[in-house]
């Protein structure tokens, strides 16, 4: 009977300890700065491979790189990516037109992963909501900028298996050509 | 003399009312604000100066929001269960003493609507009143989330109007009357806090309870029933439910204040704002409880009421008893 009671008396005070804990560590919070990023006045920096407005990039000497291969327009899952491919009379492919449906663009950044020549890629920059939907649809020269991009020395042509820049083997990495009629055992 | 009585009781009214209500609309804005920082983040601060419109904005929101009536419910007491709840809260007003009787050009205005002899009675019997309210506006959406809310409210008040009731006899037994004005006036020595503590915690203990506020909120439980009884209500219709939660709130602060902290009396300061300091120190507690506790389970809850509470209630009342017999002989 004693221990029991004794028992009882101890979980009470337990219990009620317990609360007291937790009314404290409350009001401790109430005291504490708040964590939270006030948005419009304070914007985060994100980091650069965060994903959102796309962009067109441009080579090293100032050639735009998107060659129309349309891969980024076949990955998109959503279809947003259109375009019409033509060529120079050197023969280099671009695109006649380029346009992306922002309003449609889910930000996966698979047309970043399928580009060949590094040319479609995401931006930090995530901040571009209109009231009018059709101005969500980017053409090429909405879409084009003046610098490479993340990978601002990438040039496609001046690496091997391509032959629109230098002749062959001038690019990186790349041995002479072998001369097949010298090199018999 | 009866017109120039009748303007005074307008006035007194009007005053009133507008400090109430706009109490309740700024309560809940502190509650957000105090729940932000519990939370260490700011509560609403975008509409004016650290969110000061923010109570304006909402009802204008409430007002200009689409009256929707769901099909299949009892449209007559859908409509006025809410105005059950609202209007419930704000009658209790009208018994608590503001200030002692004001001399005015020699007339004496009471500082209070109405000295019922039966004040306490009075309260209690409002306090259960706005219970139809929650179990008929649960009853009457025509949903299983609001029907097992107004439920959980009917059997939840019915519970807790208990040790509710009781915990205030030995105070009615101190100040020897049943009404308000009386009371206060029995605690002009000291506040009956100092000698009712166990009376005073049940009373706090059952007054959440009796608003519905968190951690025995079970008729609204947001994670097991959407919002429980006013689950079906919009607008202005839910609305009221919650300036009925917030003004119940205010007037159980200005009760605990008239039973157990001396009403308006205090040194330095007006008998008005200590009244009203008094008053939102339990607010405050509650908003402070919500950020605490987590609900308990039903049975829980039950548990608490009928085999602590209560039984606690009735030997406080016996022994308060006792002590008067024995201080007095």
């Given amino acids: 009977m004693l221990r029991k009671s004794v028992e009882l008396v101890k979980a009470g005070y337990e219990g009620v300890m317990g609360l007291a804990d937790a009314y404290f560590i409350t009001l401790k919070h109430l005291f504490r700065k708040p964590?939270?990023?006030q948005y419009p006045e304070y914007k985060r920096p994100l980091p650069t491979r965060s994903r959102a407005r796309i962009i067109l990039t441009r080579d090293p000497d100032g050639d735009e790189?998107?060659?129309?291969?349309?891969?980024?327009?076949a990955v998109c899952p959503v279809s947003c990516i259109s375009m019409e491919a033509a060529e120079r009379e050197d023969g280099r492919r671009y695109a006649r037109w380029f346009r992306i449906n922002f309003a449609r663009?889910?930000?996966?950044?698979?047309?970043?992963?399928?580009c060949p020549t590094l040319a479609i890629q995401l931006t930090p920059d995530y901040e571009f909501c209109k009231r009018d939907i059709l101005s969500f649809v980017y053409e090429k020269e909405d879409l084009l900028v003046n610098h490479g991009g993340k990978d601002a020395e990438y040039d496609f042509y001046k690496h091997a298996g391509v032959t629109a820049k230098g002749g062959k083997g001038a690019h990186i990495g790349e041995t002479e050509p072998v001369n097949v009629k010298s090199n018999m055992p | 003399m009866w017109f120039l009585g009748f303007v005074l009781l307008m006035a007194k009214i009007a005053i009133v009312l507008g400090a109430l209500l706009g109490l309740a609309a700024y309560l809940i804005l502190v509650e957000r604000k105090l729940l932000g920082r519990f939370q260490i983040r700011f509560g609403p601060n975008r509409v004016g100066p650290f969110g000061l419109w923010q109570p304006i904005a909402d009802g204008i929101k409430m007002i200009l929001k689409e009256d929707i009536i769901p099909a299949d419910v009892d449209r007559t007491v859908f409509k006025y269960s809410p105005a059950v709840v609202a209007t419930v809260a704000i009658l209790m007003v009208a018994v608590i003493p503001f200030s002692s009787d004001l001399i005015l050009w020699g007339y004496k205005i009471p500082m209070v609507f109405s000295d019922l002899n039966v004040g306490v009675l009075f309260v209690l019997a409002l306090s259960s009143l706005s219970v139809y309210g929650v179990a008929?506006?649960?009853?009457?959406?025509?949903?299983?989330?609001?029907l097992l809310g107004g439920i959980r409210g009917a059997a939840q008040m019915i519970s807790y109007e208990l040790p509710l009731g009781l915990s205030l006899v030995p105070v009615v037994m101190l100040a020897g009357s049943f009404s308000l004005v009386?009371?206060?006036?029995?605690?002009?020595k000291y506040p009956f806090v100092l000698v009712?503590?166990?009376?005073?915690?049940?009373?706090?203990?059952?007054?959440?309870a009796e608003v519905n506020r968190l951690p025995f909120d079970l008729p609204e439980a947001e994670n097991e029933l959407n919002a429980g009884y006013h689950t079906e209500f919009s607008g202005m219709r839910f609305a009221l439910f919650f300036i009925g939660e917030y003004v119940h709130m205010i007037v159980l602060g200005a009760l605990v204040a008239v039973f157990f902290l001396g009403g308006w009396r205090g040194p330095l300061l007006p008998p008005v704002v200590w009244l009203l300091l008094k008053m939102l120190l339990v607010p405050f507690f509650l908003i402070w409880t919500r950020a605490t506790l987590p609900r308990p389970r039903y049975d829980q809850l039950?548990?608490?009421?009928?085999k602590l509470l209560v039984p606690?209630?009735?030997v406080n009342i016996v022994v308060t008893g006792g002590m008067i017999l024995w201080v007095r002989s």
């Fill in chain 1, 35 to 37: 964590i939270t990023e």
């Fill in chain 1, 65 to 73: 790189r998107c060659v129309a291969c349309f891969l980024c327009s």
């Fill in chain 1, 105 to 114: 663009c889910i930000y996966c950044g698979f047309c970043e992963e399928a």
């Fill in chain 2, 136 to 146: 008929l506006g649960g009853w009457a959406s025509n949903s299983k989330y609001s």
């Fill in chain 2, 182 to 188: 009386d009371i206060v006036n029995a605690q002009e």
């Fill in chain 2, 196 to 208: 009712q503590p166990v009376a005073f915690l049940i009373f706090i203990l059952s007054s959440i």
């Fill in chain 2, 302 to 306: 039950m548990h608490f009421g009928w």
């Fill in chain 2, 312 to 314: 606690v209630a009735l």
